[in-house]
């Protein structure tokens, strides 16, 4: 599996409820594939990969350790 690398915000605003971030567009460009779970009964994005491989060894991993039914959606 490659090395996790974050995304980091360029704005972020936080209010008494919400926070927003605005991250670099490039970087998000590198983004593939996003790897989804759902929690709570809603589907929750957890990041992005930037190949099929990195993310089936990401969905892997979950599935072994967490137990998690993992969705791979490509971007």
């Known amino acids: 599996m490659g090395v996790a690398a974050p995304i980091e915000a ?3 605003i936080e209010g008494d409820s919400w926070m927003f971030e605005r991250a670099d567009p490039m970087a998000l460009a590198a983004a593939r594939h996003r790897i989804v779970v759902h929690q709570d009964g809603a589907p929750l994005s957890l990041g992005g990969c930037t190949d099929m491989p990195t ?3 990401v ?7 967490d137990g998690r039914v993992v969705l791979i959606q490509n971007l």
């Open 10 to 12: 360029l704005i972020r």
């Open 55 to 57: 993310a089936l060894d």
């Open 59 to 65: 969905a892997r991993r979950m599935a072994e350790v």
